[in-house]
């Protein structure tokens, strides 16, 4: 038999996968995680509300198509961030949306600008449309938004890749200090705000944005604040020309009906956000107390999540990971010197950060040895 | 400002979307259907147990991303079919996987061999990544398969679609009468045999396809007979090389949590499958009555739904279908000729057959004003 015949640039894409999934690890070592804090998902579940929205559309809505205008949940998107209903795309996690975006501005050869040791699914879904990458180092532990401009316009890139707060690393720039860098986007070209942990992040965070400035979508999800990682969904926020231009190839019916509902009952309980909040930032002071009494830092954070400084190289914090790891921690680290010299813990719960606080001197110590 | 800055092939395709959504007819009058019996979703709902594994994981585990590997459901699956986990896809519904299989084929000009009439989101797909359609009619009311391979053949094309049972006819092919068809797939091409409606098909119209040949791929459903079209799971059954070539561009984590353990407590109540399939043939009963009631034609059918030929030509038929509407039904019908000629009525409950037989001959009085 001949091979099939995939367009070449499939043929020369790898399968893979760009997080080994905590499932897989869990099937590898033969038995489950006791405290799964890697993927920064939510330990506080979803809203109440949202649970009982979902529970109720599982039962009596399951066997219906959702919505594929997502209609109540843009009207109700649009009032909650002060927008219009046009100004929201609405898809299956920002990854898919990712995919989606990349698809639209990205050919075979196209540059595309992001930071070396950024979001590795943004990476996966440029390198699946055969963009160039033109990758600019963090600046610090902050992603380089003036030096990502910059190679923007010197490269003349249809797409830029932005974090705020950061993944992997919890930092955060300024929102005035971004607005100046939103205003040099090329006319254009498009500027991927993504903030996902927009919640966890100071008011100062943000920058202004006109909703209806065709270079720039900021992207927000359910998986992070609200708890719902395993609904797939989440929104972009753009002006009507952008927004709009997802309908050319979105798979209209994508977003599921029960993640509709959730996500619709979820939009409408502010206090459980901020409970959210609350708890995660109990988490990370956790971490944090944590990591100074095994003589270690843990990074300012404006996530759900903590880099921890191991204060060494890249080959010691993944040992201590692998310690980590060894003893049942699900967590994660950065890839790419020098962010790599850290690990990085989502906010647990209480018992979760009680296995850290036990774990963690005999993970170092193995790792010192 | 200047335009973004899409791909050319981005720039050309319209925003649209392959179907208006009943939600959005329901929108436009004001008012809910009365029936939702358009979209071939099963009114009969998912399994009991189905539902209950979904309301515990949407209380217990919304939180946490779904396993990227589809590791437990594909072994069930492969288990179910008499195959391997490795000849397993797993994707957000068919219309997501159809999308996928045309990224993976199709360039700007390939070739995509499919039946004028068939299936809207296929075509949305292939339009989509630029292919270049080369539309096979129909055959009475029947998917051409003969003549769908001779234009393969022809115009060497790498991707092919069939659908078997057949959607909008309700029609389909002997198992044994499309084995010489699939034999005849070039080296290198891949037939998509669309098996959406296999549950509700005769045993015989299944052709026997060896699992590892690399030149078919047969899509199944969670959305039809399983009554879960919300949640966006279904699966495709091909050779491993095929299988795994999802793995360079799919969405990891794109099918739902909820879904994954939806699908897996639906898979083991083959019970309720077969009290779904005993009910879509009562129903199917009653629509064939209601039709030779009111003097028009239900074509025989191996699906969910039923043709129901309205006796002259297509404007007369979407004039039916407009009478339905108007009167709260949600039914849909063919677009092309002679196809056209007929309304597509999904399966309903008791209730929804008791209105179709009040306001048929409503609307057909008024069609034939």
Chains 1, 2 share one sequence.
């Not at 499932?23 to 033969?30: I, K, L, P, V």
């Not at 956000?273 to 107390?289: G, L, M, P, T, Y």
Request: charged share 20%; aromatic share 8%; proline share 7%.
């Amino acid at each position: 038999m001949t091979s099939p015949r995939f367009t070449p640039l499939m043929a020369a894409l790898p399968s893979t996968v760009p997080f080994v999934a905590a499932e897989a690890m869990e099937r590898m070592a033969g038995r489950p995680f006791r405290a799964r804090i890697g993927a920064n998902e939510s330990v506080f579940g979803p809203s109440p509300k949202a649970i009982a929205a979902m529970r109720e559309a599982a039962a009596n809505e399951a066997w219906l198509y959702g919505d594929p205008e997502n209609h109540d949940l843009k009207i109700a998107l649009a009032a909650a961030a002060g927008v219009r209903p046009e100004n929201i795309v609405v898809g299956e996690g920002i990854d898919g949306l990712l995919g989606l975006t990349v698809r639209l501005f990205v050919d075979p050869g196209t540059p595309v600008v992001t930071s070396l040791g950024g979001y590795p699914t943004f990476d996966y879904h440029v390198a699946g449309h055969g963009g160039r990458f033109v990758r600019v180092p963090y600046l610090g532990d902050r992603e380089d938004h003036v030096g990502l401009l910059d190679a923007a316009i010197r490269e003349n890139a249809p797409l830029i890749y932005l974090s705020n707060p950061n993944n992997p690393m919890a930092s955060w720039s300024l929102g005035a200090d971004i607005e100046p860098t939103l205003a040099r986007v090329p006319e254009g070209s498009l500027l991927i705000l993504d903030q996902a942990y927009g919640e966890f992040a100071p008011a100062d965070a943000f920058p202004r944005v006109d909703v209806d400035d065709p270079r720039v979508i900021r992207f927000r999800t359910f998986s992070k604040a609200h708890g719902m990682a395993g609904m797939r969904i989440a929104y972009g926020i753009a002006a009507p020309e952008i927004a709009r231009a997802y309908d050319k190839i979105r798979n209209h019916f994508g977003v599921n009906r029960v993640a509709q509902a959730g996500a619709l009952a979820s939009i409408a309980d502010t206090d459980w956000i901020a409970h959210v909040v609350a708890s995660v930032n109990h988490a990370k002071a956790r971490i944090a107390a944590i990591a100074a009494a095994n003589g270690l830092v843990a990074l300012p954070s404006a996530t759900n999540f903590v880099a921890v400084d191991c204060g060494r190289d890249g080959a010691f914090a993944k040992a201590v990971l692998d310690g980590l790891v060894a003893r049942g921690l699900f967590v994660r680290k950065p890839g790419v010197a020098p962010m790599d010299r850290c690990i990085r813990i989502s906010a647990g719960t209480d018992a979760d950060m009680d296995l850290l606080a036990e774990m963690l001197p005999q993970a170092l110590a193995d790792a010192r040895r």
